[in-house]
């Protein structure tokens, strides 16, 4: 061994052991502490003895061990044991760089979950963990105490164990938890106490919010007493239609308030989505239920009177129909449930009864079983508005009942106003019948003057600009003279000169009360009232905006006649102007026709010039009405669009009055359509065409003879104060609409 050691091979391969013997026990150091002995031996034990010694401590194989034993040369078994301790090295050191990559690799997520745990058990062993304080935890039992049915309850029990196992910070953490909100803010039990049905206390609570709407009123109560004597009834749909101001919305709170339930508006308008109806399939970012089950969520209760507001206004576009999907909302017969896509819980409606459909939630089944749902959800009363019943499709259309609410006629507005328009107008003004007062008369001069809407929101408009010139007055008052004990006169500026009953001015008084007292109604006790007159109603509104002699002074002219039309804001006044040039028989239409109403105009024309002679509009000689000229008729206001087939009629006469040089009598108003050969055809919206004519101050109104039927509908008052006159064919319309009879039935022409 002594030559051995001597030999320059061995001590390389000696040095080269060490070395790396050395490198493997400071590794192995870091991890055990046991490796400071190896050390100690590094330095002792003979380098051909210690090699044995680590050759041992490994894990080879047999046939390695074999080699081991079976190398007798020192130097042949030491290069054989620093080969094994060098692999040994770089397995031990390739481990550590694959643990700290998986290491480095560690997430914040990971991390932040392990604190979390660590937190959370470091809590637990102080006792000091709150419940309150875990959000989980807190909609954990938020969701027990909702009251959902057995089956939504275990669905939403799977998402809940989801969600433990999700961190925050996961991307489908909040959807889900949303989601479990949802279901636990959803009024699954929890329901409006109606009162005992009382029809009286009903019908006298609609009669004081609604003056008129007799029909609507009736349909109501009617309502009311099936649902009185048959709760699990079935009734038609109703949908409200009419121009705005006339008390659609407002029918429906008191519908609500008649029952003792809730009230939620849901509005439609603008709605292009499908989704609206449906709700989104939680697959989608920023997916959300329908506003059917969100009005339920933000109305806590699962029985209220739900509005479905302006449901004409609806689109289509790439995403959908809103109003295919009401198909299903709406069908009281053939759909029996409705199923909102974002609970995907089948969040159903079950039919029950009425203004538009009842409904109950709960689940539907994967197999042809159905849940029953009756003792889930109460009922949801739908009312459905809309100011035309045009744009809805027939299919949604048809499974509604339409109640037509087609305005108000003077009378009925006066009446309105002194019962609830002033009364609120001088509420929202901080004013009362102590400062400012209108009499009726200056009502009616209002109404006659400055609106001939169909409902009554310019007129409460109006009265409440009255009410704001009142209360500048009286701001005005309280600010020029402080509280004493004095009494100050007052003066209005828009009241200068105001004459009492007896003929004398009045000078108005203020006597203050105490300093900490700023009550209007107690500083002006004694103040005389501001009562609107003619004069305060020219310096606040302006001079009259209509009259009753826009007719008289239009129609001056041949060619000129007065026409009814129906628009969304109720029935309307038309006058269609006809006029002949030099031309070559062209017929000219001006004021943004539709195809519909450029269509009767030619039929119009061709009808005249078919009867030109039975009507001594041209000589035997003559044989072309229109040679030598053109025609040009004219709808004024072409800045608002005209369609509709009502207005035959009108066009012909004014035709015969162009071509005859006769005027058209100019309190006469006219609708209808004609055929080619002469026949009047009814047309719709009579009862508004015939309350705008009655708004406009004309006596004489012509209407299709198969439109008496409906004149049933009009009020008695409007029917007494105007001439129906009935026509079967346009000979029978131009006898009504000129003076003497059909034109040049007995004269030649000029």
């Given at each position: 061994?002594?030559?051995?050691?001597?030999?320059?091979?061995?001590?390389?391969?000696?040095?080269?052991?060490?070395?790396?013997?050395?490198?493997?026990?400071?590794?192995?150091?870091?991890?055990?502490?046991?490796?400071?002995?190896?050390?100690?031996?590094?330095?002792?034990?003979?380098?051909?003895?210690?090699?044995?010694?680590?050759?041992?401590?490994?894990?080879?194989?047999?046939?390695?061990?074999?080699?081991?034993?079976?190398?007798?040369?020192?130097?042949?078994?030491?290069?054989?044991?620093?080969?094994?301790?060098?692999?040994?090295?770089?397995?031990?050191?390739?481990?550590?760089?694959?643990?700290q990559?998986?290491?480095?690799?560690?997430?914040?997520?990971?991390?932040?979950?392990?604190?979390?745990?660590?937190?959370?058990?470091?809590?637990?062993?102080?006792?000091?963990?709150?419940?309150?304080?875990?959000?989980?935890a807190?909609?954990?039992?938020?969701m027990?105490?909702?009251?959902?049915?057995?089956?939504?309850?275990?669905?939403?029990?799977?998402?809940?164990?989801?969600?433990?196992?999700?961190?925050?910070?996961?991307?489908?953490?909040?959807?889900?938890?949303?989601y479990?909100?949802?279901?636990?803010?959803?009024?699954?039990?929890?329901?409006?106490?109606?009162?005992?049905?009382?029809?009286?206390?009903?019908?006298?609570?609609?009669?004081?919010?609604?003056?008129?709407?007799?029909?609507?009123?009736?349909r109501?109560?009617?309502?009311?007493?099936?649902?009185?004597?048959?709760?699990?009834?079935k009734?038609?749909v109703?949908?409200?239609?009419?121009?705005?101001?006339?008390?659609?919305?407002?029918?429906?709170?008191?519908?609500?308030?008649?029952?003792?339930?809730?009230?939620?508006?849901?509005?439609?308008?603008?709605?292009?989505?499908?989704?609206?109806?449906?709700?989104?399939?939680r697959?989608?970012?920023?997916?959300?239920?329908?506003?059917?089950?969100?009005?339920?969520?933000?109305?806590?209760?699962?029985?209220?009177?739900?509005?479905?507001?302006?449901?004409?206004?609806?689109?289509?576009?790439?995403?959908?129909?809103?109003?295919?999907?009401?198909?299903?909302?709406?069908?009281?017969?053939?759909?029996?449930?409705?199923?909102?896509?974002?609970?995907n819980?089948?969040?159903?409606?079950?039919?029950?009864?009425?203004?538009?459909?009842?409904?109950?939630?709960?689940?539907?089944?994967?197999?042809?079983?159905?849940?029953?749902?009756?003792?889930?959800?109460?009922?949801?009363?739908?009312?459905?508005?809309?100011?035309?019943?045009?744009?809805?499709?027939?299919?949604?259309?048809?499974?509604?009942?339409?109640?037509?609410?087609?305005?108000?006629?003077?009378?009925?507005?006066?009446?309105?106003?002194?019962?609830?328009?002033?009364?609120?107008?001088?509420?929202?003004?901080?004013?009362n019948?102590?400062?400012?007062?209108?009499?009726?008369?200056?009502?009616?001069?209002?109404?006659?003057?400055?609106?001939?809407?169909?409902?009554?929101?310019?007129?409460?408009?109006?009265?409440?600009?009255?009410?704001?010139?009142?209360?500048?007055?009286?701001?005005?008052?309280?600010?020029?003279h402080p509280?004493?004990?004095?009494?100050?006169?007052?003066?209005?500026?828009?009241?200068?000169?105001?004459?009492?009953?007896?003929?004398?001015?009045?000078?108005?008084?203020?006597?203050?009360?105490?300093?900490?007292n700023?009550?209007?109604?107690?500083?002006?006790?004694?103040?005389?009232?501001?009562?609107?007159?003619?004069?305060?109603?020219?310096?606040?509104?302006?001079?009259?905006?209509?009259?009753?002699?826009?007719?008289?002074?239009?129609?001056?002219?041949?060619?000129?006649?007065?026409?009814?039309?129906?628009?969304?804001?109720?029935?309307?006044?038309?006058?269609?102007?006809?006029?002949?040039?030099?031309?070559?028989?062209?017929?000219?239409?001006?004021?943004?026709?539709?195809?519909?109403?450029?269509?009767?105009?030619?039929?119009?024309?061709?009808?005249?010039?078919?009867?030109?002679?039975?009507?001594?509009?041209v000589?035997?000689?003559?044989?072309?009405?229109?040679?030598?000229?053109?025609?040009?008729?004219?709808?004024?206001?072409?800045?608002?669009?005209?369609?509709?087939?009502?207005?035959?009629?009108?066009?012909?006469?004014?035709?015969?009055?162009?071509?005859?040089?006769?005027?058209?009598?100019?309190?006469?108003?006219?609708t209808?359509?004609?055929?080619?050969?002469?026949?009047?055809?009814?047309?719709?919206?009579?009862?508004?065409?015939?309350?705008?004519?009655?708004?406009?101050?004309?006596k004489?109104?012509?209407?299709?003879?198969?439109?008496?039927?409906?004149?049933?509908?009009?009020?008695?008052?409007?029917?007494?104060?105007?001439?129906?006159?009935?026509?079967?064919?346009?000979?029978?319309?131009?006898?009504?609409?000129?003076?003497?009879?059909?034109?040049?039935?007995?004269?030649?022409?000029?």
């Amino acid at each position: 061994m002594e030559q051995v050691e001597e030999d320059a091979d061995f001590k390389a391969l000696s040095r080269q052991f060490k070395s790396t013997a050395m490198e493997l026990i400071t590794l192995l150091e870091q991890k055990q502490k046991t490796a400071g002995r190896t050390k100690i031996l590094l330095e002792t034990v003979p380098v051909h003895k210690l090699a044995d010694i680590f050759v041992a401590s490994f894990e080879i194989s047999f046939e390695e061990q074999l080699a081991m034993l079976d190398s007798v040369d020192v130097k042949v078994r030491l290069s054989k044991a620093t080969e094994l301790v060098e692999r040994h090295l770089q397995s031990i050191r390739v481990a550590e760089k694959i643990t700290q990559k998986v290491e480095g690799q560690l997430s914040k997520t990971q991390k932040e979950y392990l604190l979390r745990q660590q937190m959370r058990a470091i809590k637990e062993e102080l006792g000091d963990n709150d419940d309150e304080d875990d959000d989980v935890a807190a909609l954990e039992r938020k969701m027990q105490d909702a009251g959902m049915p057995p089956n939504i309850w275990k669905h939403a029990q799977r998402e809940l164990r989801r969600l433990k196992k999700m961190q925050p910070q996961q991307p489908g953490y909040n959807s889900s938890r949303v989601y479990l909100e949802l279901l636990a803010d959803l009024p699954w039990e929890t329901t409006s106490e109606e009162v005992e049905l009382d029809l009286k206390a009903a019908k006298d609570r609609l009669d004081s919010d609604h003056y008129g709407l007799v029909k609507v009123k009736q349909r109501i109560i009617e309502y009311l007493a099936v649902r009185k004597l048959k709760p699990d009834g079935k009734s038609p749909v109703l949908c409200f239609v009419g121009p705005p101001g006339v008390g659609k919305t407002s029918l429906a709170s008191s519908i609500a308030a008649a029952l003792g339930r809730k009230f939620i508006r849901i509005s439609l308008g603008g709605v292009k989505d499908e989704a609206d109806i449906r709700g989104h399939r939680r697959t989608y970012i920023g997916s959300m239920p329908g506003r059917l089950i969100d009005g339920l969520k933000k109305v806590g209760v699962c029985n209220p009177v739900m509005l479905l507001d302006e449901i004409d206004k609806t689109g289509s576009d790439i995403r959908g129909d809103p109003a295919s999907a009401l198909l299903e909302v709406l069908d009281p017969e053939q759909n029996k449930t409705f199923s909102d896509q974002y609970p995907n819980v089948g969040v159903v409606y079950q039919i029950f009864e009425m203004l538009v459909i009842s409904e109950k939630l709960g689940r539907l089944g994967n197999g042809s079983k159905q849940f029953d749902q009756t003792s889930i959800f109460g009922t949801v009363i739908f009312v459905a508005t809309a100011n035309r019943a045009q744009p809805i499709p027939p299919p949604l259309l048809d499974r509604m009942e339409v109640i037509e609410l087609p305005g108000y006629t003077s009378e009925e507005k006066l009446r309105i106003a002194m019962r609830h328009l002033i009364p609120r107008v001088l509420s929202q003004h901080g004013l009362n019948s102590d400062f400012l007062q209108f009499p009726e008369a200056m009502v009616k001069l209002v109404i006659e003057q400055y609106t001939r809407e169909a409902g009554v929101r310019n007129l409460e408009r109006n009265l409440a600009a009255l009410a704001r010139a009142a209360a500048v007055t009286v701001a005005e008052q309280e600010h020029n003279h402080p509280l004493n004990k004095n009494i100050h006169p007052i003066t209005s500026s828009l009241l200068e000169s105001r004459v009492a009953e007896g003929g004398a001015e009045v000078e108005m008084e203020v006597l203050p009360m105490g300093s900490n007292n700023h009550d209007l109604s107690n500083v002006f006790r004694i103040m005389s009232p501001l009562i609107v007159d003619e004069e305060m109603l020219e310096k606040v509104l302006g001079p009259s905006k209509y009259d009753n002699k826009e007719a008289e002074e239009r129609v001056v002219t041949p060619g000129v006649t007065v026409g009814l039309v129906w628009t969304a804001f109720g029935g309307e006044v038309q006058f269609v102007e006809a006029t002949a040039t030099t031309g070559k028989g062209d017929l000219h239409l001006t004021g943004q026709l539709g195809d519909v109403i450029k269509e009767s105009a030619q039929i119009a024309l061709t009808w005249v010039r078919a009867r030109a002679t039975e009507l001594n509009l041209v000589t035997k000689q003559e044989s072309n009405l229109l040679e030598g000229r053109d025609v040009h008729i004219h709808f004024p206001a072409g800045a608002v669009p005209k369609d509709g087939p009502s207005a035959g009629v009108t066009l012909v006469t004014s035709l015969v009055s162009l071509f005859s040089r006769r005027r058209v009598r100019a309190d006469t108003a006219m609708t209808g359509e004609m055929t080619l050969r002469g026949l009047v055809l009814p047309v719709g919206g009579i009862k508004d065409k015939v309350l705008a004519a009655h708004r406009y101050g004309l006596k004489r109104v012509i209407l299709p003879e198969r439109n008496m039927k409906d004149l049933v509908e009009v009020p008695s008052a409007v029917l007494g104060s105007l001439e129906i006159l009935f026509a079967k064919r346009m000979e029978d319309v131009l006898e009504h609409a000129f003076e003497g009879g059909c034109p040049l039935k007995h004269h030649s022409r000029l």
